[in-house]
């Protein structure tokens, strides 16, 4: 299994549904995986040590961005990670290669389920749709954009659900 580093971004863990249930099957099944929790980390005042972040990053070969969907993006803490770590002349711009070649994946949970991420539905756009500035940032930085990990219907998952997301996550961090 390939070095892994999961960027993980949820304002409220502890009550989470989908976040804090990939988080503990990670931690119970996949000991090698290194989780950082950035509002563990940081979410008191956003002071992010971009020098750990990078030396996490730079000792990975994938590296997971794990998030509940919050308006069609991301939560802030890890959109300014992608402020703050990815820098010129480490991830981007002249010299700027230090995560080139790695695999960057986006695993994420939604709360509208996917009947509302269509033309005719209430999003009126599709989560792939969606994510383009996060494709872009791969191409920017270098990476290879893995096809990304999503969960649609967080707000009427039932148990079976869940367990059927966890074993489908695992699998894509396994692989
Ligand atoms: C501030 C905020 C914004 C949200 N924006 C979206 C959204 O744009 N699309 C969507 O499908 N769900 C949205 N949701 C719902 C979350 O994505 C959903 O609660 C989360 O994925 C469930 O994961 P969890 O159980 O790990 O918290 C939002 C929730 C909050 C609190």
């Not at 981007?92 to 509302?116: I, N, Q, V």
């Not at 969960?151 to 039932?158: H, K, M, P, Q, S």
Request: glycine share 6%; net charge negative; proline share 5%.
């Amino acid at each position: 299994m390939k070095e892994t580093l999961v960027i993980l971004a949820h304002p409220n863990i502890e009550t989470s549904t989908i976040n804090r249930r990939w988080k503990e099957a990670i931690e119970q099944q996949l000991p090698n995986v290194k989780i950082r929790d950035l509002y563990s980390l940081y979410g008191q005042n956003f002071q992010i040590d971009v020098q750990a972040e990078q030396d996490a990053c730079e000792q990975a070969e994938r590296i997971v961005w794990q998030f509940p969907f919050y308006w069609y993006s991301c939560p802030p803490l890890l959109k300014k990670w992608i402020d703050d770590v990815l820098t010129d002349q480490w991830a981007y711009g002249k010299d700027g290669d230090r995560l080139h070649g790695k695999e960057l994946l986006l695993a994420f949970s939604t709360g509208s389920g996917a009947e509302r991420y269509h033309r005719e539905g209430r999003n009126k756009y599709t989560v792939e749709e969606l994510i383009f500035p996060f494709r872009a940032t791969s191409n920017l930085i270098g990476t290879t954009f893995l096809p990304p990990y999503y969960f649609n219907g967080a707000y009427v998952a039932t148990e079976e659900d869940i367990q059927t997301s966890i074993a489908h996550y695992m699998e894509r961090l396994r692989m």
